[in-house]
């Protein structure tokens, strides 16, 4: 065998090991992804937290309906205000509907978080948002759960020197509560109204 014949059959296997590469880490991500028609969820919503007016709720307090769930914190500039007003929209564009939809705000700021301040800012956006908290433990569990990521941020100008960054995305969880979408942030009110009407079929 002579030496060009030679290379060719080593470059032929370094473009065999790269497209094997590449489907193994496109194997990889797909994987991670819950599959649509999976008759498990990924995870199920479960937590023990305290809501704005005082009461201790659980998962099981809202069985029967379609869970719209997402985390924040009062003092966040941006993205919880808008989000909250996204999904006051949704829920005012689903009308009758709306009753079969119950949509939560879980804070992952405890420490400056109490029922009391979230009933001041909760009923901003929708009468029928839930806010919750609790303690920091508590928090953490839950986070957990629901394996999103948050972490307190030191920042001068902000109340009490921090900001909280966290994951933005809004959750959607069937009647039994087991996991079954989500949306990023920044989606229209009317795409997951009419995402959301589908299902309620």
């Known amino acids: 065998m002579d030496l060009r014949s030679l290379r060719k059959i080593l470059w032929s296997l370094v473009g065999l090991a790269a497209v094997v590469g590449i489907g193994l880490v496109i194997w990889s991500e797909y994987a991670r992804e819950p599959a649509a028609n999976s008759e498990a969820p990924a995870f199920r919503a479960e937590f023990q937290l305290t809501d704005h007016n005082g009461a201790i709720r659980t998962e099981k307090d809202f069985a029967g309906r379609w869970m719209l769930v997402f ?7 941006d993205v919880c205000p808008t989000t909250l007003s996204e999904v006051a929209a949704v ?3 689903l009308g009758e509907d709306a009753q079969a939809v119950q949509p939560l705000f879980i804070s ?5 978080d109490t029922p009391s301040a979230l009933a001041d800012f909760v009923p901003r956006f929708d009468a029928d948002i839930i806010g919750l908290t609790g303690t920091a433990e508590q928090v953490a569990r839950t986070a957990d759960t629901f394996q999103i990521y948050s972490e307190k941020i030191d920042q001068s100008d902000a109340p009490d020197g921090y900001t909280m960054g966290h994951s933005s995305q809004l959750f959607l969880f069937d009647p039994s509560g087991g996991y079954t979408a989500f949306w990023p942030y920044g989606t229209p009110a009317e795409q997951i109204t009419a995402d959301l009407r589908e299902r309620l079929l």
């Open 108 to 112: 992952i700021d405890p420490e400056r």
């Open 71 to 77: 985390f924040g914190f009062v003092n966040c500039p």
């Open 91 to 93: 829920m005012e564009q």
